[in-house]
């Protein structure tokens, strides 16, 4: 075009703006409340922060972190996985009942059949179209179902040659390798959600469905993927479990979906999806293993316990949740 | 003419970015007043403040001579001024009748109970003041578009009965998604509450302010610039006013130019159909060539793009893209093969809410400046993205702005600009891609559509009218009943007139 | 509130706190707290295993010096992590109710896991069935709701329930259900085998008190309460009414104050050096507490045991820890 | 008017034909569940003769009584597009007020009527509560309730006493006690609170912005109708009728329980969808989930009558709940649809 416009009310600034910087803060309340929580039990039992004990948070904490940050997955694009602990649960079973024909290939063997399960969920919650907090609501009876048929519904103690069980279940430089396993894990995912399209379609997924999906992104795969993620983060929280326990039991995990739902939201990430990431499961996991004890920490009744626990998660929550990216609240 | 309603100073700002500044503006019965302006010039805020969703910032409105402050819409509405959005705003899963009554009381629903009858008598009542045959008990999401809109206009002209004086009714761009035979049943009632009523009518579609409204107000960046009667006006004048400069007039290509007759066509369609409207279709198009589809509602043109693009179920027909066949089964599978689509549907198909125009923009084809195409590089994208907004003249803040935070038109270059970032899109499929553009950046938009056309890429467009088409395209289709019927190659001075076009649509 | 455990505290970990069981269990590790005038801590894990870990560990952060630990692990798959977690704090462990079949005190950190104690599950399902067998004059048919399958005491008592029908040949089972030791599903369950058998059910075989109330509670809706003898195990005080009043046929008494204070005074006996647990026998780290029979004969004798609980103190049960044992946990009962 | 019939018309790809087959449709899919729940009985009965007797229908009924109000409250939630899960906990906490206030063996109250008031309160007050946090401090609801399930069951356990409270007061006992036609009162409750709430859905303006709020919220809120008002009540009535279900529980059994709503929750969320009430809101009604409950009722049922242990009875009415929705669904499928 030859008459064109000097383009100067149209140039564009690079400085962030004001909102940018707000939004900035915003993300680090999280991190605020971990930090104020830690502090504030080191002042009220100053042995909390001994390397003694943080081994011993560290050891409990890492499962519950795990599935937090897979849980994280699907509830980025906006779908939710309540199969989680269920899944973790029956890690523990399969374990026991494949040791004999897979032997020292049987925890690989268990968290490729995870991720084969997850996979297969996401896919049947995509592609048929049916909501996934119903599909893995059905998924989560039928697995705790499995789990107690498998096992007769009875604790029973893990092979104790296993290699991958032994590893996690030991130290290294004194601090548990679970928690190391955690740490992987997060570096690799992410790797993949800053370094891949994954990532970046994963939260287009949360953010506008079908804008993404006419913009190109393989929304069946891609649940797919992400229940698969949040499937193997699962088994791999059971086998953290598991190492702990030496023991598998058809109800492991029990009420670690509570937990982990409360964890996902407590790192700053939107259950209606698109906002958040695995940083916030690493922070939310880690408030909400620490909110765990916190009762006992701080010296409440056992019958107070519940109500401390409840009003403290909503306190949490109310401090963390970004309500400016959500327009409407369900 | 009596005077009904008058601003005085009314402004708004929104953070930083002011969206209207200083207004003085007077309603008067028995007038339509036309509002025209570029994209962001504040048209739909100072709409929205007449329609009491918005709170001015500073100023203040008189109705009859009185101040008044409104506080919501179902206020203004009691005060007898309703707004036809153009987004539609019913609720889907209430039937008409509530919908219509949504911001109004009626005996029908006194102390909070519904007495259904009553209702829908009454609703059936202001459906048949304006000649709509529609069940008033019908669930909204179960009506057609048409009807739909149609409701919603009942539903704003039922203020009528609310109040005894004359009421106002605003018109944020309405005909941008009606057929031809809805706007005239539009402008039918307009004429008809021309007598009683203060009515504002905004449109980027010049022809259609000169037509219904007696005095025109111009609008750029939150000021009014003019304020004439529409005598005074013609299209050249009025564009001027809006746009700052004069236009630019079509520049018939060369047709050696063109490489229309290569061998290989880009795209060749054999046999296309779709299990709701496309009958077999089959075209070619060649590497380079911009083709216009012409059709009226329902004609298939919609769906054929959207066929192409694999957003539509139960797709037959080959797809041929520079010789080699494809199986475009979903979106992401056009995308691969280099097929990109401009929606009509741009806030629920186009743009991802809550995110920066960069994220916007790189979603589909960022990677391909990322390494090896495999990882992303966020730096080359963000310099390729704000590249594109300063090509495409986006009026933003920042390329980190969130695209909610644009004006429709602005939001619509953001999102083409996702699919011009590719260094390897074969064919664009636009639809209806200048909806909610002012004239000026739809010439933006048109110019930078056919510099992308000279380096090779090939177009596929369905405009919002028959001057657009002609004006951009190498070579018109139109579409009657999901068939071709009638084809113009206009390089080759085969220039239809408007006439023959709608007589082949209709 | 105090933070750091201090010195000499027992520590008790129970399943829940609006359980009158837990409520009794806790009153005599309080008793025993008391005559020692040491801090009593109560951790409760929801029947969580891992939340009973994480809290355990949270008071073990901070060090605790000739502490005690008395708990329930929740789940056999729990035992051997929460000993572990009891041992590398040094503080001494007494487990009830779950213990997998294959670990023992003496044999898995044998120097911190001093003893584990319960009730005899076989030998409460054979008093109650053998009673059951009594009351319908050796003919009829039962039905049984079961707990938790996964805890001993469920499979326990349902293995008695069999040995007693084994010698009961006319006495015949219709049917058995899981109830997870819960009021309302024994309650639903119950009112599914009205509806299905009929005139056909002659009694219900409950695990526990609970799941027989439930059972009462949904022959009342039929008003055949009274007439289809039920049986429970526990003692608790709704139990010995409803025995009382004929409700109920027959419930097992198991002493859950006595429990509470036999546990964690043996425990804190090995803290503080009044026992070495490397010289106790088997018998001694593994064994049942007593449990009796209560019918209409003797119930008023509990229902007053039970409002006027004896109080423990420690330097009573010091005499002999095991003045109340059973005897040991056979082989092959936690299978 | 030339240069208007030169304008070419956009349309969403998809749009609805408006015609009576719409209408025909919408009504058949409402009629999905209610044909499931008749498969459900028949191939229960060809499997197990004596199935559909009185006696046995009457226990589904009884059964049924209170995964009816339930999911009934339920329901005004998830019509809104948002989620309670804080029903068991509320349960907990109203059974414990109930028999503590009323006449027990525990303490000398004897409050008689005003303590089941006082125990459909606590439900009332949770209610207030969840749509309070959720609407005014906008949290969102699923972890808004998530806390106050947990709050609720502590309310239990701090108001347990050290034994069971065993309730005395004949008017509470009565309502289970109490038998017309050989069907306990407490069915009746159910039927009366369903008609009741089924027809504050339809006839009344607060039921129908409930209803409006799950269609179209941002719609409302620019009208200027009071949204939040909607929405608290949606959540009140939801913990007024999981207070009253705590309530019946507890005439039933007899006495206080905290554990009394224990696996209550998720069956009634399934029920909700499985009815038709859409966990996205603005779909379904309370007639609807009152169905789905009662198919997972008789699904229950006939899976102990055909002898079905209780792990197997988990994967199949997992697989059942999907099966349904999945098949409920099939038509609706499409490449474009959004579903999460
Ligand atoms: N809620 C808001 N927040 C921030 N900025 C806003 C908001 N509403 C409007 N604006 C800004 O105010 C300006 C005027 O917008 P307005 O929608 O009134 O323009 P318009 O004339 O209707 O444009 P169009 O022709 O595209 O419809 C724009 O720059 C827009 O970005
Ligand atoms: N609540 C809001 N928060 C932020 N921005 C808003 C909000 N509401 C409206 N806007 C912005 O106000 C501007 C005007 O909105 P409007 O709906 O009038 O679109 P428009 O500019 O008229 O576009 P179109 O042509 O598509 O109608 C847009 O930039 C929109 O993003
Ligand atoms: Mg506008
Ligand atoms: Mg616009």
């Known amino acids: 075009m030859s008459q064109s416009q000097p383009a100067d009310d149209r140039t564009i600034q690079a400085k962030p703006g004001f909102a940018e910087r707000r939004a900035a803060l915003r993300r680090s309340v999280p991190l605020a409340v971990l930090i104020l929580l830690v502090g504030l039990s080191a002042i009220i039992a100053p042995g909390t922060l001994s390397p003694a004990a943080l081994n011993g948070f560290i050891s409990d904490a890492a499962p519950l972190m795990i599935l937090v940050i897979g849980s994280t997955i699907p509830i980025l694009t906006g779908s939710i996985d309540l199969s989680v602990a269920g899944i973790a649960s029956i890690t523990g079973v399969m374990l026991v009942v494949l040791a004999p024909i897979f032997g020292p290939w049987t925890c690989i063997v268990v968290i490729l059949l995870a991720i084969l399960f997850g996979a297969f969920q996401g896919w049947l919650h995509a592609w048929l179209q049916i909501p996934s907090f119903i599909t893995t609501l059905g998924t989560l009876s039928m697995l705790s179902g499995l789990s107690l048929l498998l096992s007769n519904a009875t604790a029973q103690p893990l092979p104790d040659s296993d290699p991958i069980i032994n590893l996690l279940g030991d130290t290294s430089f004194d601090i548990p390798n679970t928690g190391f396993a955690a740490l992987a894990l997060v570096a690799v995912l992410a790797v993949v959600m800053r370094y891949t399209r994954i990532g970046r379609d994963l939260f287009a997924l949360g953010a506008g469905e079908r804008a993404a999906l006419m913009s190109g992104v393989r929304t069946v795969r891609l649940r797919s993927f992400a229940f698969a993620a949040s499937a193997g983060c699962a088994a791999l929280a059971g086998l953290a479990l598991v190492s702990v326990t030496q023991f598998s039991s058809p109800t492991l995990a029990g009420n670690l979906l509570l937990l982990s739902i409360v964890g996902v939201v407590l790192g700053g990430t939107a259950i209606s999806g698109g906002v958040g990431g695995l940083w916030a499961g690493v922070i939310g996991g880690l408030i909400t293993a620490w909110l765990r004890v916190a009762t006992v920490l701080i010296g409440v009744k056992p019958t107070g316990q519940y109500i401390v626990f409840g009003i403290m998660a909503l306190i949490a929550v109310f401090l963390t949740t970004d309500r400016t990216k959500i327009g409407i609240i369900k | 003419m009596t005077q009904l309603l008058e601003t005085r100073g009314v402004g708004k700002t929104f953070g930083r970015v002011t969206a209207l500044e200083q207004m003085d503006l007077v309603l008067s019965q028995g007038e339509v007043l036309g509002l025209v302006g570029q994209n962001g010039s504040g048209k739909s805020t100072l709409l929205k403040i007449i329609g009491g969703l918005v709170q001015p910032s500073s100023g203040e409105m008189l109705l009859h001579g009185k101040p008044v402050r409104l506080r919501s819409q179902s206020d203004a509405t009691m005060h007898g001024i309703g707004m036809v959005h153009q987004e539609q705003s019913l609720v889907p899963n209430l039937t008409v009748a509530e919908n219509i009554f949504l911001d109004k009381p009626n005996a029908a629903k006194a102390h909070g109970l519904y007495r259904w009858n009553r209702l829908f008598d009454a609703a059936a009542a202001q459906l048949r003041k304006i000649e709509i045959d529609i069940d008033p008990r019908a669930t909204v999401e179960d009506l057609r578009f048409a009807q739909r809109q149609q409701v919603e206009l009942a539903k704003v002209l039922a203020v009528e009965d609310l109040v005894s004086h004359p009421p106002i009714i605003l018109f944020d761009e309405p005909t941008s998604v009606l057929t031809p035979d809805e706007i005239r049943l539009l402008f039918r009632q307009i004429e008809r509450l021309r007598q009683t009523a203060a009515i504002v009518f905004v449109s980027h579609r010049l022809d259609e302010i000169l037509h219904i409204s007696d005095r025109a107000v111009v609008m750029t960046d939150g000021c009014k610039v003019a304020d004439e009667p529409v005598t005074a006006l013609d299209r050249e004048s009025l564009y001027r006013l809006m746009v700052g400069r004069q236009r630019t007039i079509r520049a018939p290509r060369a047709v050696e130019t063109r490489p229309a007759e290569s061998l290989t066509p880009r795209l060749d369609v054999t046999g296309l159909s779709t299990g709701r409207q496309v009958r077999p279709a089959t075209l070619a198009v060649a590497p380079g060539e911009i083709l216009g589809l012409l059709g009226v509602q329902s004609s298939g043109a919609e769906e054929f793009c959207r066929a192409l693009f694999g957003a539509e179920d139960d797709v037959h027909g080959t797809i041929r893209l520079n010789g080699k066949q494809i199986s475009v089964t979903s979106p992401a599978a056009a995308v691969q093969a280099g097929i990109g689509y401009l929606p009509a549907n741009r806030h629920v198909e186009g743009m991802l809410k809550g995110r920066t125009l960069v994220e916007n923009m790189a979603l589909t084809f960022g990677l391909d400046y990322g390494h090896r195409g495999m990882i992303v590089n966020r730096r080359a994208e963000r310099r390729v993205a704000s590249e594109w907004i300063t090509r495409l003249r986006v009026k933003t803040r920042s390329a980190d702005a969130r695209i909610d935070d644009l004006s429709g038109g602005n939001q619509q270059k953001v999102v083409l600009g996702k699919w011009l970032l590719s260094r390897r899109l074969q064919l664009l499929l636009l639809d209806h891609p200048t909806r909610g553009l002012d004239p000026g950046a739809r010439d933006d938009l048109f110019a930078v559509i056919r510099s992308e056309a000279a380096k090779g890429l090939s177009v596929i467009f369905i405009a919002d009218t028959i001057g657009e088409v002609l004006d951009l395209s190498d070579r018109v289709i139109v579409m009657r009943d999901g068939a071709m019927s009638a084809e113009y190659n206009l390089n080759r001075g085969d220039a239809p007139s408007e006439e023959d076009l709608v007589r082949a649509m209709v | 509130p105090a933070k750091a455990a201090p010195k000499g505290s027992l520590i008790i970990g129970i399943d829940e706190t609006a359980s009158e069981y837990w409520a009794e269990y806790t009153q005599g590790a309080q008793d025993i707290a008391n005559s020692l005038n040491a801090k009593l801590i109560v951790v409760t894990s929801n029947y969580q295993g891992s939340q009973l870990l994480a809290q355990l560990g949270a008071i073990f952060a901070t060090g605790c010096d000739q502490c005690a630990l008395a708990t329930d692990p929740s789940s056999n798959a729990f035992v051997k992590a929460v000993v572990h977690r009891s041992a590398m704090a040094e503080v001494p462990i007494v487990t009830i109710w779950n213990r997998p079949e294959t670990i023992h005190p003496w044999d898995t950190d044998p120097k911190y896991w001093v003893a584990h104690t319960s009730f005899d599950g076989v030998m409460s399902g054979y008093y109650q069935a053998q009673a059951l067998c009594k009351a319908l004059g050796g003919h009829g048919q039962i039905a049984a709701i079961e707990g938790v399958p996964s805890t001993p005491p469920a499979y326990q008592r349902i293995a008695g329930l069999k040995k007693a029908l084994a010698e009961c040949p006319g006495v015949t089972l219709l049917d058995t259900e899981v109830g997870d030791w819960q009021e309302t599903k024994a309650q639903d369950i119950a009112r599914t085998w009205i509806a299905r058998y009929g005139s056909k059910l002659n009694g219900i075989f409950a695990s526990n008190d609970a799941m027989a109330r439930g059972a009462v509670a949904a022959l009342r809706e039929k008003n055949l309460n009274g007439k289809i003898p039920v049986t429970g195990s526990d003692g608790s005080k709704v139990a010995l009414d409803m025995v009382k009043s004929g409700d109920m046929l027959v419930t097992v008494w198991n002493d859950p104050v006595l429990q509470g204070a036999v546990s964690i005074a043996i425990a804190h006996a090995a803290a503080v050096g009044d026992i070495d647990p490397a010289k106790l026998s088997h018998a001694q780290r593994d064994f049942y507490l007593k449990q009796e029979v209560v019918d209409k004969s003797n119930v008023d004798h509990f229902l007053e045991l039970k409002a006027h609980a004896p109080v423990y103190t420690y330097a009573e049960l010091k005499a002999d820890f095991w003045k109340d044992s059973a005897g040991q946990i056979p082989v092959g009962a936690n299978k | ?340």
């Open chain 4, 1 to 340: 008017m030339k240069l208007i019939s030169a304008t070419v018309a956009v349309r969403s790809a998809r749009e609805p034909d408006g015609g009576v087959a719409q209408h025909l449709r919408r009504w058949l899919q409402s009629l999905g569940p209610l044909a499931v729940l008749i498969v459900l009985l028949l191939v229960f009965e060809i499997a197990r003769h004596n199935f559909l007797t009185g006696g046995n229908l009457a226990a589904i009924a009884e059964s049924a009584a209170v995964p009816v109000i339930l999911t009934t409250g339920l329901s005004f939630v998830i019509l809104l597009g948002a989620i309670d899960l804080s029903m068991e906990g509320v349960m907990a906490a109203s059974s414990m007020t109930l028999s503590l206030l009323c006449a027990n063996d525990v303490n000398g109250n004897h409050w008689g009527v005003w303590g089941i008031a006082a125990a459909i309160g606590v439900g009332l007050a949770f209610g207030l509560v969840n749509g309070v946090l959720n609407t005014i401090l906008r949290m969102p609801s699923l972890i808004v309730t998530l806390g106050t399930w947990f709050i609720g069951l502590g309310i239990a356990s701090i108001l347990f006493p050290a034994q069971v409270p065993t309730v005395r007061d004949p008017w509470v006992l009565g309502i289970a006690a109490y038998h017309i036609a050989g069907l306990s009162l407490i069915v009746f409750v159910a039927l009366l609170l369903l008609l009741l709430f089924h027809l504050l859905l339809h006839y009344t303006h607060l039921g129908r912005m409930i209803f409006a709020v799950g269609g179209a919220e941002a719609t409302l809120v620019m009208t200027g109708l009071p949204v939040p008002l909607f929405k608290i009540a949606a959540f009140v009535i939801s913990g007024l009728l999981a207070g009253i279900a705590g309530v019946l529980l507890s005439a039933r059994l007899g006495d206080g329980n905290a554990n009394i709503g224990d696996g209550l929750l998720f069956p009634a969320v399934s029920a909700c969808v499985l009815g038709g009430t859409l966990l996205s809101g603005g779909r379904g009604g309370v007639l609807q989930s009152a169905i789905g409950a009662v198919v997972l009722e008789v699904l229950n049922n006939g899976l102990i009558q055909i002898g079905a242990g209780p792990y197997v009875r988990n994967i199949i009415s997992g697989a059942v709940i999907l099966l349904v929705v999945a098949a409920s669904g099939l038509h609706l499928r499409r490449k474009l649809r959004v579903v999460k």
